[in-house]
């Protein structure tokens, strides 16, 4: 079963950026699709953005032209780059891994990320 360990949450003011690391125990080429999820405070989980099939990326309309996901799979790890964030952007923010001919989905603890003046 792979770790996966999130950074770089933290407090920021609206405006401002973050950059979320997702580092997996292994090599990340054997996902087929890699993901960052959040949840706000009595919420549902979200998907807000995710890598597919190597390139192919995918983002809610919340947050699309203001983040970014990629990946370095020489470093086996996945970013979401956060610009422009919002107070309604404050959540616990999850990564995902998804091996769909293993059928597994593998999830980290997640970082929190609160938006506040």
């Known amino acids: 079963q792979v770790q996966l360990v999130e950074s770089g949450g933290g407090l920021v003011q609206p405006g401002g950026s973050l950059r979320l690391s997702c580092t997996a125990s292994?090599?990340?080429?054997?996902?087929?699709?890699m993901a960052w999820y959040r949840q706000a405070p009595g919420k549902q989980r979200e998907m807000v953005a995710g890598i597919r099939d190597g390139s192919l990326t995918d983002y809610a309309d919340s947050v699309k032209d203001r983040f970014t996901i990629s990946r370095d799979n020489a470093r086996n790890t996945v970013y979401l780059q956060m610009n422009g964030l919002k107070p309604e952007d404050t959540a616990v923010y999850y990564c995902?891994?998804?091996?769909?001919?293993?059928?597994?989905?593998?999830w980290g603890r997640g970082t929190q990320v609160t938006v506040s003046s």
């Open positions: 995902n891994a998804v091996n769909s001919q293993r059928r597994t989905s593998s």
């Open positions: 292994t090599t990340i080429d054997s996902f087929n699709l």
